[in-house]
């Protein structure tokens, strides 16, 4: 098992900037994988950004050049620098953590832009 919690939401005004954190426990050493998925309101919930074990990443493109995904294997924390934001960014955001056998989800956490 893998327990996710996320951390580092708020409310920003627009241009501003949140950086997101998810410390991973339990079967931490199966973790491959993780990224960052948002619920926006009335949408589904899409990818933001992924990041291997080995540190390759993945965008949205709707966010390349104001995101960046990291993470420290060490401390088994993934990380989301969200800068240049707008309201379009609003949404909870959700972090993933996929293993061989499955993926497991944060409880998610809020982010909201104001104009």
């Known amino acids: 098992q893998v327990q996710l919690v996320e951390s580092g939401g708020g409310l920003v005004q627009a241009g501003g900037s949140l950086r997101l954190s998810c410390a991973a426990t339990?079967?931490?050493?199966?973790?491959?994988?993780m990224a960052w998925y948002r619920r926006a309101p009335g949408k589904q919930r899409e990818l933001v950004a992924a990041i291997s074990r080995g540190g390759a990443t993945n965008y949205a493109n709707s966010v390349l050049g104001r995101f960046t995904i990291s993470r420290e294997n060490a401390k088994n924390t993934a990380y989301l620098q969200m800068n240049k934001l707008k309201p379009e960014d609003t949404a909870v955001y959700y972090c993933?953590?996929?293993?061989?056998?499955?993926?497991?989800w944060g409880q998610g956490t809020q982010v909201t832009v104001s104009s």
């Open positions: 339990g079967s931490i050493f199966r973790i491959a994988d």
């Open positions: 993933d953590a996929e293993t061989a056998v499955r993926g497991y």
